[in-house]
C-alpha cells in the first residue's frame, strides 16, 4: 500500500533565541513514510523537534526545505503561489489536528464547536452538519455535554471534544501534539481510551506523546528523535526491550 | 458593603447637592429662566445624538479597518494605518475639525483651478454636521484602531492554530474565531470612547451646529446668563452619560457568556 504520509528531507530552521543572528535547525532533514491505519508515537527530549516536525505536516510551521505529501497531495517547501495557498487547505481537511492546550472556541458551545469546521469550510448545511456533530459527540462520550460552553468543562472533556471537532471533518489522518500534557493525571485515562479506540478503528494517527500506557499498547512504531534527526525507529516491543542507540537506552530510563 | 456605609455615602451625594443648592442661590440663579429654556436646550439634544451615533459607527468601521491594515503584513496597509493613528493622535482634535470644515473647501478650490469639474470641488465644502461626523470619526477611528488591535493580538495565538487546522483561510479565521472574541475584550474600551464621544460632539456647535451647548452658549450670552444654561446643559450630558453607562453594563453582561463557570 502506498504510504499516505511522505516526507521527503524535511528542515526547518528558527532564529536561536539565545544567540542573535544565528539559526537554529530544529528538523534536521528528515525523511518519513506513513502507512494508512498506523499510528506512530513521536518520543523524544524537549527540543528534539517533534512537535515541530507535527506541526509541519499540516504546516503550520512553514519547513524550509523539503516536500511533505498527504493523501496525494504534495507541497513544497519554500515555495508560494495561489495553487500552493489552496493545497494547503486541502492538506488540512485531511489532517485533523489536536493541541496540547485543547485550544477550543471560548466563545462557542460544544456543538457549535464542532460544527464550525462544516459549516465555515465545507460549506455544509446547518442540518447535516449537527446530525455529524452529535454523532462524533456520543462517539467521545459527551453529548450531553453539546450546549455547554468550554469553560465549563473539565479539561478531559476539553480534550474529547476538540477530537470530536477534528474527527468531524472525516479526516484521513489525526496528529495529536502533546494531547495529554495539560491534564490533572485522573482526566488523562478518558482522553488516551478515546485514541485508543481511535486507533483501533484503523485512522492513522502521528502522535507526540511520552503517554506510555497508549505508546506501549496501541502504537505500531514509535520513533526517537534527537536533535532534529530520527535516532531510532522500531515497534515499542522492540524500542522498550532493546534499543539499539546509547542516547535512546539513556532517555527511555527517565520515562520508563 | 454594609448597610451603614452605603448610608454614609448617601448623606454625602446629598450634602454635595446641598451645598450646590445653596451656591446657586448665593449667585442668584435665575430658576424661572432656566426653565424656561430648559425645553429649547432639549431639542439640541437630538442633534447631540445624532452626531455622536452615527460618529460613533463610523469610528468603529475605522477602527476595524486601521487595526486590520496594522496587523497585516502587507507594507503599504500597514503604513497607512500607522501614519494615520500617529497623526490623529499627534494633532488636537480641534484643529482636525477646522481642518475639515475651514480647510477642505479650499482644497475643493484649488482642484477647480488645476481643472476639476465643480461638482468636485463642491463635495469638499461639507456642512456643519457632516463636517463634525467627519471629524469626530476620523478623531476616534484613531484612537479605537488602537484598542482594536490590542483586542485582536490578546486573542491567543492557539485560536488562529486551531481555526486554521481546521482547513479555515485567515479571513474566515479572522470573521468567526478571531473577531467575535475580541470584540467582547473592546466593549468596555469602547463603551468609554462612545461616552467621551458624547460629551466631544460638542465641538460641532463651533461649527454652528445648533446643538446642546451651541444652543446653552447662544442663549446664555444675550442674556448673561450662561451659568444658568450651562448647568442645564451640563446636567442633559450626565443624564445621558448615566443612560449609556447603563446600556454597557448589559451589553457586557450579555456578552460575558461562555466566560462564566
Known amino acids: 500500500m502506498a504510504p499516505i504520509i511522505k516526507v521527503r528531507n524535511l528542515h526547518k530552521r528558527f532564529k536561536d533565541p539565545a544567540r542573535r543572528g544565528e539559526w537554529l535547525e530544529v528538523i534536521h532533514g528528515i525523511d518519513l513514510d506513513v502507512e494508512p491505519g498506523e499510528v506512530v508515537v513521536l518520543i523524544g527530549r524537549s527540543g528534539a523537534g517533534k512537535s515541530t516536525l507535527l506541526r509541519c505536516l499540516n504546516f503550520l510551521e512553514e519547513p524550509d526545505d523539503g516536500t511533505v505529501e498527504i493523501d496525494g497531495v504534495e507541497i513544497q517547501a519554500g515555495e508560494h503561489s495561489r495553487e500552493r495557498t489552496r493545497h494547503i487547505i486541502d492538506i488540512r481537511t485531511k489532517a485533523g489536528m489536536v493541541f496540547q492546550s485543547y485550544n477550543l472556541f471560548p466563545h462557542m458551545t460544544a456543538l457549535q464547536n464542532v460544527i464550525e469546521g462544516l459549516i465555515t469550510v465545507k460549506k455544509w448545511d446547518r442540518d447535516r452538519a449537527i446530525a455529524k456533530a452529535e454523532e462524533e459527540l456520543s462517539w467521545v462520550g459527551l453529548l450531553d455535554k453539546r450546549d455547554e460552553y468550554p469553560i465549563r468543562l473539565s479539561g478531559g472533556q476539553q480534550q474529547r471534544i476538540a477530537i470530536a471537532r477534528g474527527l468531524a471533518m472525516e479526516p484521513k489522518i489525526m496528529l495529536f501534539d502533546e494531547p495529554t500534557s495539560a491534564l490533572d493525571p485522573e482526566l488523562i485515562g478518558e482522553v488516551v481510551e478515546v485514541m485508543e479506540r481511535l486507533a483501533r478503528e484503523g485512522m492513522t494517527m502521528v502522535v507526540v506523546s511520552h503517554e506510555m500506557h497508549f505508546v506501549r499498547d496501541v502504537a505500531n512504531r514509535v520513533i526517537f528523535m534527537d536533535g532534529g534527526v530520527f535516532v531510532e525507529d522500531a515497534p515499542p516491543s522492540v524500542m522498550f526491550t532493546n534499543p539499539k542507540d546509547e542516547n535512546t537506552r539513556q532517555f527511555l530510563t527517565h520515562i520508563l | ?261
Not at chain 2, 446629598?14 to 442661590?25: D, P, S
Not at chain 2, 470641488?121 to 490590542?150: H, K, Q
Not at chain 2, 486554521?164 to 463603551?191: E, F, H, K, N
Not at chain 2, 460638542?202 to 448647568?231: D, H, I, N, P, Q
Open chain 2, 1 to 261: 458593603m454594609n448597610r451603614g456605609y452605603v448610608l454614609k455615602l448617601a448623606l454625602v451625594w446629598v450634602a454635595i447637592f446641598v451645598v450646590l443648592a445653596i451656591t446657586f442661590r448665593l449667585l442668584e440663579f435665575d430658576l424661572p429662566f432656566m426653565l424656561n429654556w430648559t425645553g429649547f436646550l432639549f431639542k439640541g439634544i437630538g442633534y447631540t445624538i445624532l452626531v455622536s451615533a452615527i460618529s460613533i459607527l463610523f469610528s468603529v468601521l475605522l477602527a476595524l479597518i486601521g487595526a486590520l491594515a496594522r496587523l497585516s503584513k502587507n507594507p503599504i496597509a500597514n503604513g497607512l494605518s500607522t501614519f494615520y493613528v500617529s497623526f490623529i493622535r499627534g494633532t488636537p482634535q480641534l484643529v482636525q475639525v477646522y481642518m475639515i470644515y475651514l480647510g477642505l473647501p479650499q482644497v475643493g478650490q484649488s482642484l477647480e483651478a488645476l481643472g476639476a469639474p465643480g461638482w468636485l470641488a463642491d463635495l469638499f465644502v461639507l456642512p456643519a454636521i457632516p463636517s463634525g461626523i467627519l471629524a469626530l470619526s476620523i478623531n476616534y477611528g484613531a484612537y479605537m484602531t488602537e484598542t482594536f488591535r490590542a483586542g485582536i493580538q490578546s486573542i491567543h495565538e492557539g485560536q488562529r492554530e486551531a481555526a486554521l487546522s481546521l482547513g479555515m483561510t485567515q479571513g474566515q479565521c479572522m470573521r468567526r474565531i478571531i473577531l467575535p472574541q475580541a470584540l467582547r475584550i473592546v466593549i468596555p474600551p469602547v463603551g468609554n470612547d462612545f461616552i467621551a464621544m458624547l460629551k466631544d460632539s460638542s465641538l460641532v456647535s463651533l461649527m454652528g451646529v445648533m446643538e446642546l451647548t451651541w444652543r446653552a452658549t447662544k442663549v446664555g450670552r444675550r442674556y448673561f446668563r450662561s451659568l444658568e444654561l450651562l448647568s442645564v446643559a451640563a446636567i442633559f450630558y450626565w443624564i445621558m452619560t448615566i443612560i449609556l453607562q447603563t446600556v454597557q453594563g448589559r451589553v457586557e453582561e450579555r456578552l460575558g457568556r461562555g466566560r462564566k463557570r
